[in-house]
Structure formats: C-alpha cells, structure tokens
C-alpha cells in the first residue's frame, strides 16, 4: 500500500482543515488506518484510527470532539476532518496503514507498516 497525504496548510486558530490520504493498491478497504502527528522534538503521536470498514473509529483525547476520521473505501481514500484548531495541533501529520490487513483498530506507530510522506498543519494564535 503506497499512501499520499495531502490538505495541511496554515490556519488561524478556531479554523479548520480537512486532510486527505489517498492509498494506492487494490486492498485498501482490508486495512485498518491511523493518523498520526509529529511536532518539532517530539515523538510521533496517535491522533485517531479507523478500522478497515469504517465502523470504528477512535481519537486520541486531545482532539476528541474536534477532530473526525472518515474513509471511503470505493476512492481508496481516508479522511481527517479537523476543526476548533490550537497553536498545539500545530505539527507534520502523518496518515498510515496497519502492518496487515486487520478488521481492528491499532494506536501505536510500530502497529503500522505504510506511512505517507506527511503535511504540514501549522495553527496561528
């Protein structure tokens, strides 16, 4: 599974952004997926996964009620709706694909074997 971020983008705080993962590969609908984020000296943090059918989803606490996943499994692409932005959220983020094709869910970066090549979410106060 090859996958291309794409959306991120400078935004005043309170705004939104929505980000987009399109996988390449014809077994994408088998893949549980994740976001993750990465700022400046800090490690890779879990923001929110889905599972391979779209009917779990899961967000880390600090973007919960803020921040929506979604995929479509027909245009091989995964969604990252985020809206009510902080300064905090600013960082490079990251969608991926699990190791295997799972039915569940994963929160860990070495859960995940295929990585997009990231975009950058920069928030203003």
């Known amino acids: 599974v090859q996958l291309q971020a794409s959306g991120g983008g400078l935004v005043q705080a309170g705004g939104s952004l929505r980000l987009s993962c399109a996988a390449s590969g014809r077994t994408f609908s088998s893949y549980g997926m994740g976001w993750f984020h990465q700022a400046p000296g800090k490690e890779r943090e879990f923001v929110s996964a889905?599972?391979?059918?779209?009917?779990?989803?899961s967000f880390a606490d600090s973007v919960k009620g803020r921040f929506t996943i979604s995929r479509d499994n027909a245009k091989n692409t995964m969604y990252l709706q985020m809206n009510s932005l902080k300064p905090e959220d600013t960082a490079v983020y990251y969608c991926?694909?699990?190791?295997?094709?799972?039915?569940?869910?994963?929160?860990?970066?070495?859960?995940?074997?295929?990585w997009g090549q990231g975009t950058q979410v920069t928030v203003s106060s």
């Open positions: 889905i599972s391979s059918s779209g009917g779990r989803i």
């Open positions: 991926a694909a699990q190791r295997i094709s799972s039915a569940t869910m994963a929160f860990r970066p070495y859960e995940y074997g295929y």
